[in-house]
């Protein structure tokens, strides 16, 4: 589990034993109950298996495939594969790759609605981009209409394994990731994947080094 859920869980206990105790309204102690129970679910942390295998990218959270598309960046064409993160799915992110973390940068922004394409762009949301076997492939933790905390435990420079914890969204939000344009996409819209067990797509053979 992700330590803030102890944080938020035990809050809430203490709440609901001091209603108890100075009201002697036991009943009063069940809605403080539930949410540390919620949040004692929310940040929970599962292991996963981790796919092996050369140029295999794999989701860096859970969620729902909203869209996959091909835009075009300064560096040249991407696809970008979006997965929206709803409050009932595990919120800690991985890397999609493994490698140097060659760019992490953090962006302020709004909170628009995480289905809303737009948000894509105008939210608050942390951009990292991960260099290594040969490729490079970047991902957006973006911050949803209920997010309002974005968690990314690591800077520039950093060394990162495929499938790796590297930070979580708290609540509703979205992950976008940005492939390079000849890789093989593994899954399409309205699929629903785990963050780093679920491979988003593949480097032709020969492509990863």
């Known amino acids: 589990m992700v330590r803030d859920g102890y944080y938020y869980g035990f809050v809430f206990l203490a709440v609901a034993v001091a209603l108890g105790l100075l009201t002697g309204c036991w009943w009063l ?23 092996t295998g050369p140029g295999l990218i794999v989701s860096p959270g859970d969620g729902l495939v909203t869209e996959t598309v091909t835009i075009d960046t ?24 493994g490698g140097v973390l060659s760019s992490v940068r953090y962006q302020k922004g709004q909170y628009l609605n995480a289905m809303n394409p737009a948000s894509a762009d105008r ?18 933790q973006i911050a949803g209409l209920l997010a309002r905390r974005i968690v990314f ?57």
């Open 29 to 51: 102690s069940i809605a403080p109950v539930l949410l540390a129970a919620f949040f004692l679910w929310f940040f929970r942390d599962p292991r996963r298996t981790i796919p």
């Open 74 to 97: 300064p560096a040249g064409p991407r696809q970008r594969i979006s997965i929206f993160l709803s409050v009932f799915n595990v919120h800690v992110n991985r890397a999609p790759i």
């Open 123 to 140: 939210n608050e949301q942390n951009i990292a981009t991960v260099s290594g076997e040969g490729i490079e492939v970047t991902f957006k």
């Open 153 to 209: 435990n690591l800077k520039e420079g950093d060394t990162v394994e495929r499938g790796q914890r590297v930070g979580l969204i708290k609540f509703g939000s979205r992950v976008d990731v940005l492939l390079p344009a000849e890789a093989e996409l593994r899954v399409k819209v309205r699929d629903r994947v785990k963050g780093g067990a679920s491979v988003l797509a593949a480097m032709p053979q020969g492509e990863a080094q």
